[in-house]
């Protein structure tokens, strides 16, 4: 068994650099969710393997070996044992949660709290610059809707002036030339 590590002491960078995509999904490795479990990435497999039908496919998933070789790639040298040949299972969320109740230890449990937690916090993040991002859109909508009717009124002024610069015809009452 390894050493437990204390779910406080583990900063949320941590577990948030341990967060990967794949098929659109945000998930944790296998073997990063063993490390702050606190037991052996073999033990973890072992009980998802026996209580598999907890772990339906949007919970849980194998990397095919594309996906594997790609993680592999992004780590130029693997240390020995540290990343398995046999491509890794990929948890959401939702199957990190499960794995804390298949796994039942109290550190299994504390760190899975913390894990959704970050994951909650990541998720408020994404949806607060969503909504950032719509209130620059409609500002930015205001601005070009101003600019035009700017346009719109230097246009008039324009033509307003063009309008003086022509001489006005005479109104009124004509006299000829010989009563004058």
């Known amino acids: ?40 990435t073999k033990r973890l497999k072992e009980q998802v393997r026996r209580n598999i039908e907890r772990f339906p496919e949007h919970f849980m998933f194998e990397l095919t070996k594309e996906e594997n070789d790609v993680l592999r790639s992004q780590f130029a040298t693997l240390r020995h044992g540290q990343h398995s040949k046999y491509p890794p299972f990929a948890f959401s969320e939702h199957g990190i949660l499960q794995l804390s109740n298949v796994l039942k230890s109290k550190q299994a449990i504390e760190v899975s709290i913390k894990i959704i937690d970050v994951f909650v916090q990541l998720r408020t993040m994404v949806l607060s610059n969503t909504e950032i991002r719509l209130e620059v859109e409609k500002i930015k909508k205001k601005v070009d809707n101003q600019d035009k009717n700017i346009e719109v009124i230097f246009r008039y002024f324009d033509e307003l002036l063009e309008q003086k610069a022509q001489p006005r015809k005479e109104i009124g009452y004509k006299i000829s030339e010989e009563k004058k």
Not at 24 to 29: C, D, N, P, Q, W
Request: charged share 30%; net charge negative.
């Open 1 to 40: 068994m390894k050493e437990e590590i204390s779910p406080a002491i583990i900063p949320n960078e941590v577990i948030i650099n341990k967060i990967y995509l794949f098929r659109g999904v945000k998930v944790m490795l296998d073997s990063d969710l063993a490390e702050l479990f606190g037991v052996e």
